[in-house]
């Protein structure tokens, strides 16, 4: 069981920055990838980025790439995602997910995008961008 947490969330104004953290326990996070995901109000819950378990390997969402970096600290078993140039469309509950990487080689790649290659949730945070 790997439980994740999310923090960092809030108001922010167009053009703001926000930095999510996600802190995990129960297990170390070395073997897993990690994503994040956003569900607006009314809306189903899309990718928006993920890295794989060395953190080789970065995957972003087409609305976000350029804006938003992921990146990972082994030592503190955290996932964080740096959000830049925030825009109202950004608002959303963000969620962290951790994907077990000990299965089928490639999977991840292959996968990274679908809800259903993640095996741990966290409870989401909110942002909320302003015009």
């Known amino acids: 069981q790997v439980w994740l947490v999310e923090s960092g969330g809030g108001l922010v104004q167009a053009g703001g920055s926000l930095r999510l953290s996600c802190a995990a326990s129960g297990r170390t996070l070395s073997s897993y990838a990690m994503g994040w995901f956003r569900q607006a109000p009314g809306k189903e819950r899309e990718f928006v980025a993920g890295i794989n378990w060395s953190g080789g390997s970065t995957y972003y969402a087409d609305s976000v790439k350029g804006r938003f970096t992921i990146s990972r600290d082994y030592a503190k078993n955290t996932v964080a995602l740096q959000m830049n140039s925030l825009k109202p469309e950004d608002t959303a509950v963000y969620y962290c997910?951790?994907?077990?990487?000990?299965?089928?080689?490639?999977?991840?790649?292959?996968?990274?995008?679908?809800?259903?290659?993640?095996?741990?949730w966290g409870q989401g945070t909110q942002v909320t961008v302003s015009s």
């Open positions: 997910a951790a994907s077990w990487e000990g299965g089928p080689a490639g999977y991840y790649n292959n996968n990274y995008y679908r809800r259903g290659a993640y095996d741990f």
